[in-house]
């Protein structure tokens, strides 16, 4: 049943540049993937496919060789192994992440997670951030068809927490992101963070460049408004 705004709202979290300040470590993994499977990334396209699915990425980086889809996988697994590796052993928790997970939390906000990365990824992150408990939904790109800008991801989540797509906001990192939010009718709040720039993020609703500068009453303020 989808519920009224003056009841509950609800905040979408991407995970990699919004929970976890992850840039530098997924760059680092492709950088091995690239080196063990024969292939390069620069760091300018890294930063424009950040967002996307590794298979998606894998394919534009690889069109040149037309990767089967058993080769897409093994890229994918080996690259996604060498993050998960990284951040098990030091977990780049995002400045401000749990504060402001603890203030939604404690105004009444229903709160998921809405990622492009794999399952393990979303679940390890959840693990490390001891928050998993306050979180109703989390969707991972093992849940979607189409990755990031495609609004497929921020719509299950807004289905599995049973709220209307006009009382959810979005914070994401990523242009894709953003895309994808406002594509899903759910107010987009774009953060820069590593690797960005504000003037990447036009369509956004709203830009900060901390997650101290949301809070509970300002995402409430931003959704009934618009």
């Known amino acids: ?17 919004v929970l976890v ?12 993937a690239a080196r ?3 292939f390069t990334i620069t760091e300018q396209q890294f930063a424009e496919t950040f967002g996307q699915t590794s298979r998606s990425i ?11 889809d058993g080769a897409v996988r093994q890229i994918d697994d080996y690259k996604e192994a060498a993050y998960r590796a990284i951040i098990a052993a030091d977990f780049p928790t995002m400045p401000g992440a749990i504060d402001l997970i603890d203030a939604l939390s404690e105004a009444g906000f229903a ?9 393990e990824n979303v679940q390890l992150a959840l693990d490390k951030l001891q928050r998993r408990s306050v979180f109703s939904a989390d969707v991972s790109g093992s849940d ?3 990755g990031k800008p ?20 979005v914070i994401e990192d990523a242009a894709a992101g953003v895309a994808a939010a406002n594509a899903a009718g759910m107010l987009s709040v774009a953060l820069v963070s590593t690797g960005h720039l504000a003037g990447e993020y036009g369509d956004a609703d709203h830009v900060v460049y901390r ?16």
Do not use: N
Not at 1 to 17: C, K, N, S, W, Y
Not at 111 to 119: D, E, T
Not at 150 to 169: H, M, S, T
């Open 211 to 226: 997650l101290d500068e949301l809070s509970p009453q300002r995402l409430r303020e931003w959704i009934i408004r618009r």
């Open 111 to 119: 709160l998921a997670v809405g990622s492009s990365g794999p399952s």
């Open 150 to 169: 495609d609004p497929e991801v921020f719509q299950v989540a807004g289905k599995k927490l049973g709220i209307d797509p006009r009382y959810c906001a």
């Open 144 to 146: 979607v068809r189409q």
């Open 21 to 32: 300040d992850s840039y530098r470590v997924h760059y680092e993994s492709w950088q091995k």
């Open 1 to 17: 049943m989808t519920t009224h705004p003056e009841e509950q709202l609800a905040v979408i979290f991407d995970i990699d540049g």
């Open 58 to 68: 894998i394919r534009h980086l690889c069109a040149d060789t037309i990767p089967t």
């Open 36 to 38: 063990e499977f024969g």
